[in-house]
């Protein structure tokens, strides 16, 4: 029976995992690996996704998308600084929202992201041995409704049944406290790639209860990175007068250096960055070289106050909690990012205790995931867990002077229900406007506005006497239905908070189909690169042959390099497949002749078995290197 899996879908690398035997374990991808990048690119006509698009993204830089989940649920006027640093194009898209350049026409984050997820499942299908649908997706805590609803589209846009989107750091408790039988208060620490979130939780018997959470959607190694990035630019410049970011290939290979240096310093107090060949002197043409050492020390006085960042979060979400740093038990790590000493030190320094290290902080949201996968699809071997999460950002509405009335606070466990009676600022006013918001702002203003509705049909009265009903009602997937009633005519009208993404819904139903079809191109894609394949390696054999084939007739053997020589220009023009497949049965062919013709003119001795023997494991040979493919 097909199970559900859980998916870290993250800002560097994404990880999928799913229970066996009662127990969550990661799904190593097509290339063996455990993590799968979490890039795209578009080369020629081929889509790339995860290593291999990695691997080319120096040569094809403008054309090769990473990071992408820095800007999924996200508006333009968010995230310009953060576009502009990207060697691809991002640009403002309809409604504000933000589209990406590609030689496939302008991609929304969710596409992109959906071409992550698509890959992984497929990997996982064909580890598992059966077509993975249901999908629970993780997010960071602080991800405020807009950017888990986008997340939940590229689900859909992949195909997926997404069954829920749940916290990143709860996702992570859930991995460690599977097997804890007491109870433990814990500090969840998650730096990734493009996110910070802390969270704490109570567990014990079975119960996983967020107690708080807080973050900084603005904040991960991805941006340690980019002070790396900005010092060895800097440094070439005030050498060679010239600016490295400005050119894209040598900006994508700043950015992959600057991570392997920020990896390297983990573990070491020093590293070098070499960068051969990074870029042509513009007057001379002659090559330019950049070659810096960077120490640990310096590393942390250019990331300092990134790090810094940090602490405010945490004191937060232990006065949300209303918990001192010594009421927790463990602290435990998560995010590669966590991985740099100098965050360490400063958790270990705020919270008084050693992180325990015990989880992989590269998998641990992933392996939560598969638990609330096997939760919510009903397998038994999990046990009985019961996990109580919490809305991560206050919702309420504008009233009067464009002031934020609180519905729901911060950290208010989730399902919640709330209503509250507003009433009409004039007189004889015939409806009121439910302007629904997110935020932790006094002003309506400086909040995110989530939707906005009427109500209309208000009978004349004086001001301040007809009662409006106002109700919050917020689902475990952080999805918001508000509803407001006059109470004296039982006039109501509603909202349903999602699709808030700067895609509608006919647009994400195109997404949709589109990607249905493009995964139909990618497999005939594949299939005709397999076929290409099968016959390069038939004419690599056939050439073997004809090296080998001695006293062979010379017209046949004149007839088995014409037809290789014939295979050779079918693979390098990438004909069609009737092309391919009529060169491969003819080379089939006259290469068995050959075989046979060479077994026919060796010596043979009938009475000596030893060499019967060898003969008939000759032939043995011959038919399993020269099978037809399939």
Do not use: C
């Amino acid at each position: 029976m097909a199970k559900a899996v859980g998916i870290d879908l993250g800002t560097t690398n994404s990880v999928i995992a799913v229970v066996e035997g009662g127990k969550p374990d990661v799904i190593v991808n097509s290339e063996g690996t455990r993590t799968t990048p979490s890039v795209v690119a578009f080369k020629g006509a081929e889509r790339l996704v995860g290593n291999i698009a990695k691997r080319q993204a120096a040569m094809n830089a403008t054309n090769t998308f990473f990071e992408v989940k820095r800007f999924i649920g996200r508006r333009w006027d968010e995230v310009r600084e953060e576009a502009g640093r990207a060697p691809f194009k991002v640009v403002e898209g309809p409604n504000g929202g933000i589209r990406i350049e590609t030689t496939d026409g302008l991609k929304a984050p969710e596409e992109i992201s959906a071409m992550v997820l698509r890959k992984m499942v497929d990997d996982a299908s064909a580890k598992l041995g059966y077509t993975v649908t249901d999908v629970v997706i993780t997010v960071p805590a602080y991800f405020d409704n807009t950017q888990r609803e986008a997340t939940a589209a590229a689900g859909k846009i992949a195909g997926l049944n997404v069954l829920r989107i749940i916290n990143e750091p709860t996702a992570a408790a859930l991995s460690y406290g599977l097997d804890r039988k007491g109870n433990e208060t814990i500090l969840v620490f998650d730096l990734g790639g493009g996110t910070f979130d802390v969270t704490i939780l109570e567990i014990g018997d079975g119960v996983f209860e967020v107690k708080s959470t807080n973050g900084d959607t603005h904040l991960g190694g991805a941006d340690f990175d980019q002070r790396i990035v900005k010092w060895l630019a800097g440094e070439f410049e005030k050498e060679n007068k010239f600016d490295l970011r400005k050119d894209p290939q040598a900006l994508q290979r700043l950015i992959e250096a600057a991570e392997k240096a920020k990896i390297d310093l983990s573990s070491a107090n020093e590293t070098t960055i070499s960068l051969p060949f990074i870029t042509f002197d513009p007057e001379t043409r002659t090559p330019m070289h950049l070659e810096k050492k960077l120490t640990r020390a310096q590393f942390e006085s250019l990331v300092g106050d990134l790090i810094e960042r940090v602490r405010k979060p945490v004191l937060q979400a232990l006065e949300d909690a209303k918990l001192s740093a010594a009421k927790i038990d463990e602290v435990i790590l998560v995010g590669g990012s966590t991985r740099v000493p100098a965050v360490k030190a400063l958790v270990q320094s705020l919270l008084g205790k050693t992180p325990n290290e015990s989880v992989n902080p590269d998998e641990a949201v992933a392996l939560g995931a598969a638990v609330q996968a096997g939760i919510l699809s009903g397998d038994s071997s999990v046990g009985d867990i019961v996990l109580v999460d919490v809305t991560p950002l206050t919702l309420g509405v504008e009233v009067k002077g464009g002031v934020v009335a609180p519905m729901i606070t911060r950290n208010t466990a989730v399902p919640a229900k709330r209503t509250e009676v507003y009433t009409t600022a004039e007189n004889n006013q015939p409806g009121v406007e439910i302007n629904v918001l997110q935020g932790e702002r006094t002003m309506a203003n400086d909040n995110k506005s989530l939707g906005r509705f009427k109500l209309e049909g208000i009978p004349p009265m004086p001001a301040g006497v007809p009662q409006v009903e106002v109700t919050f009602d917020l689902d475990t997937n952080g999805i918001l239905k508000v509803s407001a009633k006059e109470k004296s005519t039982g006039k109501e009208s509603n909202i349903r908070i999602e699709n808030t993404t700067t895609l509608g819904k006919d647009e994400i139903d195109r997404m949709v189909m589109e990607a249905e079809q493009n995964a139909e191109a990618d497999k005939l894609r594949k299939e005709k690169v397999e076929k290409r394949n099968a016959l390069d390696a038939l004419r690599l054999s056939a050439e073997k042959a004809l090296s080998e084939s001695g006293s062979a007739p010379q017209d046949l053997k004149d007839k088995v390099q014409q037809l290789s020589d014939k295979a050779r220009e079918a693979v390098q023009t990438e004909a069609d497949d009737a092309t391919i497949e009529s060169a491969q049965k003819q080379l089939e062919e006259a290469l068995q002749e050959l075989m046979q013709a060479n077994a026919a003119t060796q010596p043979s001795n009938s009475s000596d078995d030893a060499s019967t023997s060898e003969a008939k494991k000759d032939d043995d040979v011959v038919d399993a290197d020269f099978k037809p493919a399939g």
